[in-house]
């Protein structure tokens, strides 16, 4: 299941046979490194594409299936060496192709990548080679990215709290503490970036999935309205609330591809809703002094709960101290009119789903996909046993349509949220609502018992509205990482980009794993 490097070339790699630029000039440090840093060092000559690729390949042969074994990497490509020269001939020739210009990057193995495997996590699909890229992927290599890997995600994307599938055996490691859960399901693409396996990944968020893993590996992770991002070629979970996007480890590298895969596409019909909206470059909305004047809700509907770990806690009463320090205007508490009533209110069953979604992205791949049903999925009994059940609950459920009473309730109460919560914003005037992404630290791995703290089920999923997660800090001792989300208006990425790209130059939380340090 694991694509390989050629002998010959991972013997070059891993003795020492190549060079991070020029003798003369400063060696270039590949760990913590940015887009910008990237391109400056290939700029003057001190890095080339095949150097940075090389040694990022140096890594994962060090740190993903052996040493700390963090076991994130499910399909190398075997083309990236190849794909690394050419950029540099052409570089040599031309110039950078664009704005990503050799980044090479993890993409979660729920994305169609031309080339190479496909799975969702799952041996059902093991062999499905997809004839086409997913949209973000196409529009990252064409911007000039390198598919370093695919990344490991819990089976079906099913579950927010941890990373383990059928197709690679054994779980995804936190690289902070190698005996937690990197949450779910894009575990494998956050492990792979906090780690320093690549420079940036992308995920898929359906209720958590962006968000958690970067707030337990200490990552910058963007979910963005519905409608602006198209999930066209990533397989479904349950498309009325599916996302895909950036996890990077700074803000601005993640505005960078957040940038490029933008933009209405004609494959994903939810896209139609940013038609007319001309493409924004949101690195232009960066602003170290963009908190100063911004008022900034505290959404305690977020994440008060039973269980609430204090440590989470005394880090956010930090955090919201620090963005008052750099010049926000702090709501607290900034209450949703209604909200406990809206929550309560009965619905017709579900609505859409997975049964309905897989079913209609299996038959649209014809005899390319191993299985044509997810009635053959669970007769295949290809699955890891810790899914079983949700399959076959999945299956035997309704698969409701648009058109089904249970819809239309589904529709009815996600435009009450919205209405809700747009309501607050309006009366206090506010740019943003902040919460713990998490309200617990990540769960040693197989302890499914104590409180898992995950707050990004309701807001973002169910209004359909963008949510940054940003590093916050750390717990259990200054070892476990925590994020804040900052929630805005449909469409308003550029703001709280602006607003997180302040608070994370403010103060610096993010650092490298200790498990995964530099090679020599």
């Known amino acids: 299941m694991h694509r390989l490097l050629s002998g010959a070339a991972l013997a070059l790699i891993l003795g020492g046979g190549w060079s991070l630029g020029a003798q003369t000039a400063p060696p270039f440090t590949v760990e913590e490194t940015t887009i910008a840093a990237v391109h400056a060092a290939m700029g003057d ?39 690394a020269d050419e950029m540099d001939r052409r570089f040599k020739a031309s110039g950078p192709i664009g704005p990503l210009h050799c980044v090479p990057m993890m993409v979660k193995d729920n994305f169609e990548t031309i080339g190479l495997p496909s799975t969702n996590g799952a041996l059902a699909l093991e062999g499905f080679i997809s004839s ?40 995804t490691k936190n690289p902070y503490a190698l005996d937690r859960v990197t949450a779910g399901s894009s ?35 963007m979910r963005s309205t519905m409608g602006l991002t198209s999930r066209a070629g990533v397989m479904p ?19 960078r591809v957040f940038t490029v895969i933008t933009g209405e596409d004609p494959d994903d019909p939810a896209t ?22 911004a008022r ?87 699955f890891h046993p810790s899914v079983r059940r949700q399959l076959e609950q999945s299956e035997q459920g309704p698969a409701n349509g648009p058109e089904t009473p249970a819809c239309q309730a589904d529709a009815a109460y996600r435009e009450q949220m919205r209405q809700a919560v747009l309501k607050t914003m309006e009366a206090q005037k506010l740019d943003a609502f902040v919460y713990p992404t998490w ?19 309701v807001f973002a ?9 940003v590093p916050m800090g750390y717990t259990r001792g200054g070892v476990l990482p925590a994020g804040i989300t900052f929630l805005g208006r449909a469409w308003s990425e550029a703001t709280l980009f602006k607003l997180g790209y302040a608070y994370e130059q403010s103060t610096r939380h993010r650092r490298p794993p200790i498990s995964a340090p530099p090679l020599r």
């Open 45 to 83: 000559g001190r890095l080339t594409c095949r150097a940075l690729v090389d040694h990022y390949l140096r890594r994962i042969a060090a740190y993903d299936k052996n040493g700390p074994a963090i076991n994130a990497i499910v399909t190398l490509n075997p083309q990236a060496q190849a794909q």
């Open 187 to 221: 575990g494998g693409t956050a492990a792979s970036v906090a780690a320093n396996l690549a420079l940036i990944g992308l995920g898929s968020d359906t209720g958590n999935s962006i968000r958690g893993p970067s707030s337990h590996q200490a990552l910058v992770g």
């Open 237 to 255: 979970l349950n498309l009325l609330a599916d996302i895909a996007g950036p996890m990077g480890r700074t803000v601005e590298d993640v505005a």
């Open 439 to 457: 309200g617990n630290p990540p769960r040693l791995i197989g302890d499914l018992n104590t409180p898992h703290g995950d707050n990004s089920q």
């Open 132 to 171: 086409k890229d997913a949209f973000q992927v196409r529009r990252i290599k064409e911007a000039g990215a390198i598919v370093l890997a695919k990344t490991n995600l819990a089976e079906w994307a099913f579950t927010p709290y941890e990373t383990v599938s059928s197709i690679l055996p054994g779980y």
């Open 296 to 382: 900034i809700g505290v959404l305690h509907h977020a994440y008060e709960r039973e269980g609430l770990d204090a440590e989470v806690v005394a880090v956010f009463q930090q955090a919201v101290r620090d963005l008052q320090r750099a010049g926000a205007v702090i709501v607290d508490p900034a209450t949703i009119e209604g909200f406990d009533a809206i929550r309560r209110a009965p619905g017709a069953g579900p609505c859409g789903g997975f049964k309905y979604d897989i079913n209609r992205y299996l038959a649209s791949h014809g005899d390319r996909v191993p299985m044509k049903s997810l009635t053959e999925i669970v007769a295949s009994g290809k």
């Open 272 to 293: 139609a809703a940013s038609r007319g909206r001309a493409r924004e470059d949101y690195t232009t909305a960066l602003d170290v002094n963009g908190l100063r004047g």
């Open 461 to 469: 999923p169910v209004t359909g509205f963008p949510a940054l997660q």
